[in-house]
Nanobody, 122 residues
Framework: QVQMVESGGGLVQAGGSLRLSCAASGRTFVGYATGWFRQAPGKEREFVAA????????IYADSVKGRFTISRDNAKNTVALQMNSLKPEDTAAYYCAVSPLTDYSVSRYNYWGQGTQVTVSS
């Protein structure tokens, strides 16, 4: 079964950093954009960042601009999310998925992973 696999989550203090990684388990999604999303308990899944296949286009939610950086390494078939200056409100399960286009909308992404938990203490 094809799915994305997220890793790198953990518990950090406010102001700290984490680096998340996303990889495809069953295939290489050549030409697809990859997005990161997050979901806190009781809230809807929300967009965080996305990157095109070429890496030429990156987009971010306003809440993470200047703090998070998305990047990809197609030779390794991975996409990373570097998270700096973490805040308690960043606490959520983080998921990655792919889309034919680099987009903000959760509805346009497929092949969701199981998520990795990020917890930021105050």
């Amino acid at each position: 079964q094809v799915q994305m696999v997220e890793s790198g989550g953990g518990l950090v203090q406010a102001g700290g950093s984490l680096r998340l990684s996303c990889a495809a388990s069953g295939r290489t999604f050549v030409g697809y954009a990859t997005g990161w999303f997050r979901q806190a308990p009781g809230k809807e899944r929300e967009f965080v960042a996305a990157i095109s296949w070429t890496g030429g286009r990156t987009i971010y939610a306003d809440s993470v601009k200047g703090r998070f950086t998305i990047s990809r390494d197609n030779a390794k078939n991975t996409v990373a999310l570097q998270m700096n200056s973490l805040k308690p409100e960043d606490t959520a399960a983080y998921y990655c998925a792919v889309s034919p286009l680099t987009d903000y909308s959760v509805s346009r992404y497929n092949y969701w992973g199981q998520g990795t938990q990020v917890t930021v203490s105050s």
